[in-house]
């Protein structure tokens, strides 16, 4: 199947810094990216889905402001997560779209905020 | 809106027994079927999916799942389990129109013993 690597796999940060996540599809070009959250022993929700050229679209409850989402290319979307603290720590996995609607995902990324 | 109910959180089993891990979903509109397995700390693989045509779908590695339009049930099951089937699997649903973005389920671990 289809590859997506996310960037990086674990990142420890200090409160108040701003981390940054890459998601590139490999071999597809994904025009639909989705960013998902994962809190220990629980589901992914989802947290907003970005398309290739145009602003993404975020899920209720989720601060367009705090997770920054740029989708500038067919390949490659990345999500900011700006003033990071320590409530922001969590796994975080993207996932990309193919043209036969099936999601290829990310290996996660774990954030730690201390 | 699309919402899938896995009725088990946890479901423990000895080597070599069969299994079922249910998933039961509820959408206004058709849709596409999915189960997804995650090994720690990493991000999902899809098992298989329902998309349409035959109701029973399978999966490489043994499992497979039927699709019930009555019951709107996606349940999964394996004959024979083995010890490095353990890992989280993910039901999830998504429309056939729009972005398709995925709905997940709560997740089941299934803990495989020998």
């Known amino acids: 199947g289809a590859v997506v690597s996310q960037h990086p796999s674990w990142v420890i940060c200090k409160s108040g810094t701003s981390v940054k996540i890459e998601c590139r599809s490999l071999?597809?070009?994904?025009?639909?990216m989705f960013w998902y959250r994962q809190f220990p022993k629980q589901s992914l929700m989802l947290m907003a889905t970005?398309?290739?050229?145009?602003?993404?679209?975020?899920e209720q409850g989720v601060e367009k402001d705090k997770f920054l989402i740029n989708h500038a290319s067919l390949t490659l979307s990345t999500l900011t997560v700006t003033s990071a603290h320590p409530e922001d720590s969590s796994f975080y996995i993207c996932?990309?779209?193919?043209?036969?609607?099936?999601?290829?995902f990310g290996q996660g990324t774990r954030l730690t905020v201390v | 809106a699309q919402s899938v109910t896995q009725l088990d959180s946890q479901v423990p089993v000895f080597e070599e027994a069969p299994v079922e891990l249910r998933c039961n979903y509820s959408?206004?509109?058709?849709?596409?079927l999915f189960w997804y397995v995650q090994y720690p700390n990493q991000g999902l693989q899809l098992l298989l999916k329902?998309?349409?045509?035959?109701?029973l779908v399978e999966s490489i590695n043994g499992f497979e799942a039927e699709f019930n339009k009555s019951q709107t049930s996606f349940h999964l099951r394996k004959p024979s389990v083995h010890i490095s089937d353990t890992a989280e699997y993910f039901c999830a649903v998504s429309g056939k129109s729009g972005y398709n973005k995925l709905i997940f389920g709560a997740g089941t671990r299934l803990a495989v013993h020998p």
């Open positions: 071999d597809f070009q994904a025009t639909t």
């Open positions: 329902y998309l349409s045509g035959s109701t």
């Open positions: 970005s398309n290739e050229g145009s602003k993404a679209t975020y």
């Open positions: 996932s990309g779209l193919d043209r036969n609607t099936e999601a290829f």
């Open positions: 959408s206004s509109v058709s849709v596409y």
